[in-house]
C-alpha cells in the first residue's frame, strides 16, 4: 500500500508536468519556436553549473540549481509574466504567492516548506544564491534575444535603456557576467538589432 507521504509526492510530479505547456515570449537560440517554462529552468540549471565560477560571492551551488529549477513552477497558476510587460508588473504578485502556496503544498509538510522557503527566498533576491540565480534568469534571454536578431526586443519595440535597466540584475550575481552582458548590449546596438 502506498503511503501518503509518497502519494503526495507523485501527486506534485504529476502536477509540475504542467509547466511543460508554459510557453514564454523568448525563442530557443537561433530559431523560431518559443521556448517553454520546462526548458527555461533546465537550461538556467545547467547555466548555474557552467557559470558559477563567476559568482560575485561564494555560493551553494546545489541551492542555486534548486531555485532555477523551481521559480517559475508558479506560471502553473499564473501564466507567464513577460519581463518587458508594461501592464503587469515582472514582480512577486499575490497571484504567484497563492500559485506557490498550492503547488508547493502538495507535497508533504517539510518539502513544500524547503520549496515555498527556497521560492521566497529567490524572489526577494537578498541572499548570495537568489543573487546568482536572477543572474542566470536575466543571462539566458539575453543572449537568445541577441542569437535571434533582437526576438523580443525587436518584437516589442524594446529600447536600450529599459532593456539596460532590467538586465542591470546580473551584476548583483556577478560582475563579471555582467560586464559581458554590456558587450553583448552594445554589440546588439551596433547591429541595429536594440535601439538606443
Known amino acids: 500500500m502506498t503511503s501518503e507521504h509518497l502519494s503526495k509526492q507523485i501527486a506534485f510530479i504529476?502536477?509540475?508536468?504542467?509547466?511543460?505547456?508554459?510557453?514564454?515570449?523568448?525563442?530557443?537560440?537561433?530559431s523560431d519556436r518559443h521556448e517553454n517554462d520546462a526548458e527555461h529552468s533546465w537550461h538556467l540549471a545547467v547555466m548555474a553549473l557552467i557559470l558559477s565560477e563567476h559568482?560575485?560571492?561564494?555560493?551553494?551551488?546545489?541551492?542555486?540549481?534548486k531555485m532555477v529549477l523551481i521559480h517559475d513552477l508558479v506560471e502553473i497558476d499564473a501564466g507567464d509574466t513577460f519581463l518587458y510587460d508594461l501592464q503587469k508588473n515582472h514582480t512577486n504578485t499575490e497571484e504567484e504567492t497563492k500559485a506557490a502556496q498550492r503547488i508547493f503544498g502538495m507535497l508533504?509538510?517539510?518539502?513544500?516548506?524547503e520549496l515555498l522557503t527556497l521560492w521566497l527566498e529567490f524572489e526577494e533576491g537578498s541572499s548570495n544564491e537568489a543573487k546568482f540565480a536572477r543572474a542566470m534568469d536575466r543571462l539566458e534571454p539575453l543572449?537568445?534575444?541577441?542569437?535571434?536578431?533582437?526576438g523580443t526586443w525587436e518584437e516589442f519595440n524594446v529600447p536600450y535603456a529599459t532593456v539596460y535597466k532590467k538586465q542591470q540584475a546580473i551584476e548583483n550575481g556577478s560582475a563579471m557576467?555582467?560586464?559581458?552582458?554590456q558587450e553583448i548590449l552594445d554589440e546588439s546596438v551596433n547591429q541595429g538589432i536594440l535601439k538606443k
Open 14 to 30: 504529476k502536477e509540475i508536468d504542467k509547466i511543460k505547456y508554459i510557453t514564454r515570449k523568448t525563442k530557443l537560440f537561433y
Open 55 to 65: 559568482a560575485n560571492e561564494s555560493i551553494d551551488i546545489l541551492k542555486v540549481i
Open 108 to 113: 508533504p509538510e517539510a518539502q513544500a516548506q
Open 143 to 150: 543572449l537568445q534575444n541577441a542569437s535571434n536578431n533582437g
Open 177 to 181: 557576467l555582467w560586464r559581458y552582458a
